[in-house]
C-alpha cells in the first residue's frame, strides 16, 4: 500500500519503465496479491509473472516483511526492491540478506534486484522526476537479468558474448 506521493511516483515510474522496456506484450499492475508486492508483471505470451516488486520511502519497519515476501515468491524470475538510500535501510537489508545466506532459500537471492533511489527525491518536483526516471531506466537497461526475462537481449546473445576472444566481464 502506497505511503505517500514519493512511495506511489516510484512505483508507477519503475512500472512505466518496464513497459518502455519489454519486446514482450506486458502487463503491469500495482498493489498485486492482496497488497504483498506494491507491483507485478505478467507477460501476454503466456501470462507468466516474471517479476514482483516493492518500493521503499519511509517504513523502515517494512524490510524485513518486504524482502521475505520477496524471497518467499516463488513464481517470479526477477524480484526487485525499490529502496531509499539511506545508512538505515542499507544495514537493516543487508541484515535480513544475510538470514538467506545460509538458508535452503540462498539460491533466491540472485534474483532479488535492489534499485537505490536518491533519499532527497521530491515528488511533484519535474527536475527530481526527471532525473529518477533516467536513472532507472538505465539501471533497467543494464541488467541483464531484467534484459533476457523482458526479451531485449537473448540467450544466444549471452553464449556469442561468452565465446568472443578477450578477458571476461
Not at 527525491?121 to 526475462?149: C, M, P, Q, T
Request: hydrophobic share 40%.
Amino acid at each position: 500500500m502506497a505511503e505517500g506521493k514519493e512511495h506511489a511516483y516510484i512505483s508507477e515510474a519503475f512500472n512505466s519503465i518496464l513497459g518502455e522496456f519489454s519486446r514482450t506484450r506486458l502487463y503491469t499492475y500495482l498493489e498485486t496479491d492482496r497488497r504483498a508486492f506494491d507491483f507485478s508483471c505478467t507477460l501476454t505470451r503466456d501470462q507468466s509473472r516474471p517479476l514482483v516488486g516493492q518500493t521503499l520511502w519511509k517504513n523502515s519497519n517494512g524490510i524485513d516483511k518486504d524482502i521475505r515476501h520477496l524471497i518467499m515468491d516463488g513464481s517470479s524470475d526477477v524480484r526487485v526492491y525499490l529502496c531509499r538510500d539511506l545508512m538505515k535501510h542499507r544495514v537493516q537489508l543487508d541484515e535480513v540478506i544475510g538470514s538467506f545466506r545460509d538458508s535452503p532459500l540462498r539460491d533466491r537471492l540472485s534474483r532479488l534486484r535492489v534499485f537505490w533511489i536518491p533519499e532527497a527525491f521530491e515528488a511533484g518536483n519535474l527536475a527530481h522526476e526527471s532525473l529518477l526516471r533516467e536513472k532507472l531506466r538505465s539501471e533497467v537497461y543494464e541488467d541483464i537479468l531484467l534484459s533476457v526475462v523482458f526479451g531485449r537481449i537473448s540467450a544466444e546473445d549471452v553464449r556469442t558474448f561468452l565465446r568472443a576472444p578477450g578477458f571476461l566481464g
